[in-house]
């Protein structure tokens, strides 16, 4: 069983080992960031200790049939999960959960200075933006994919076309102008 002085003390010495993190005080409890976005806390609610971390959305899915984790309130949905430290802790199974956490939260100049044999590749989200092509780029590929025949006659038809034309410049009338007031005295 952990103490909140000691699993404090241990989520520390696992996280601050990290390249370019920091601890804050964020909600009343000590959390660990990188680049200014939480990676890790730490907590004692009522007697509970314990500790929270993001991880891959499937494998928060199945963590969280272990009774010692939960999804973590407010964010479990993202892949937050809250591991209960209560009991016997494997402070390995809390490094490698803690590694997975940073990996997904750092940014890729604070993932390069891993050890690089530890270091997987960081999987790009699957998000609308990068699901989809956007309207551009799947008008461009159409017009690539287009037989040259259908391109030769989309250029001529748009050579044809009439162009708009500037209004000419209002004309001057001739011996109008106008004359500079004199001073005033």
């Not at 000419?168 to 001739?174: E, G």
């Amino acid at each position: 069983m952990a103490t909140y002085a000691t699993a404090l003390q241990k989520m520390r010495r696992i996280c601050l080992a990290l390249p370019d993190t920091k601890e804050t005080e964020t909600w009343g409890s000590p959390h660990f960031r990188v680049a200014d976005k939480i990676f890790s806390g730490c907590g004692d609610k009522d007697g509970h200790v314990s500790c929270g971390f993001k991880l891959e959305m499937d494998h928060a899915a199945l963590i969280v049939d272990d009774p010692r984790f939960s999804r973590a309130p407010y964010v479990g949905h993202k892949g937050w999960v809250t591991m209960d430290l209560s009991g016997t802790v494997d402070w390995a199974l809390v490094a490698e959960l803690v590694r997975e956490s940073y990996q997904l939260i750092a940014p890729k100049r604070s993932l390069a200075k891993l050890e690089p044999t530890k270091a997987p590749a960081k999987k790009p989200a699957a998000n609308k933006r990068t699901a989809r092509p956007t309207a551009k780029k799947a008008a461009a590929k159409k017009r690539a994919t287009k037989p040259a025949a259908t391109k030769k006659a989309a250029a001529k038809k748009r050579a044809t076309k009439p162009t708009a034309k500037k209004k000419p410049a209002p004309k001057k009338k001739p011996g109008k102008t106008k004359r500079a007031k004199p001073p005033r005295r």
